[in-house]
């Protein structure tokens, strides 16, 4: 069967009413399913879009893809301010011993080492992790 605009806006159309939100997951599906029915000798278009959506596991199973796909992006999310806290905090690290060096030596610009320690903490260490916390509890009750 060859498939027309409006059958693929059909299917377009029902994938996001069933839950699929991801573009990529989208098109995925959308390119997997027009290319089982076009691989299918019947014209009946409804006939063959039901058999489709049974043969890759309905819509429960496309949810389901939905949420192990934001599942993945949050863990992708996660792992970035995560390195992103490890790097501020072991510069941070370096910044109080580089500040402490100072300060034992007597020598100029100790508190402005320590000022730039306590400004990366405050600024973007907290941050990141009150961020990270956020989406982690968002994702929890979604």
Not at 105 to 128: C, D, K, T
């Amino acid at each position: 069967m060859e498939l027309t605009e409006k059958h693929i806006t059909f299917i377009d159309n029902s994938l996001s009413l069933y839950g699929v939100e991801s573009k990529d997951l989208k098109e995925d599906l959308l390119d997997h399913i027009c290319t089982y029915i076009e691989n299918q000798d019947s014209d009946d278009f409804n006939m063959l879009y039901q058999q489709a959506l049974q043969k890759f596991g309905g819509y429960a199973s496309f949810q389901n893809l939905q949420l192990e796909t934001n599942h993945q992006k949050l863990a992708k999310q996660i792992i970035t301010v995560n390195r992103l806290k490890f790097s501020l905090g072991f510069l941070v690290i370096v910044l109080s011993v580089v500040s402490l060096v100072f300060q034992m030596m007597q020598w100029p610009y100790a508190n402005a080492w320590l000022l730039a320690a306590i400004l990366i903490s405050v600024l973007f260490i907290l941050p990141a992790h009150f961020y990270a916390n956020y989406k982690k509890s968002i994702h929890k009750y979604s």
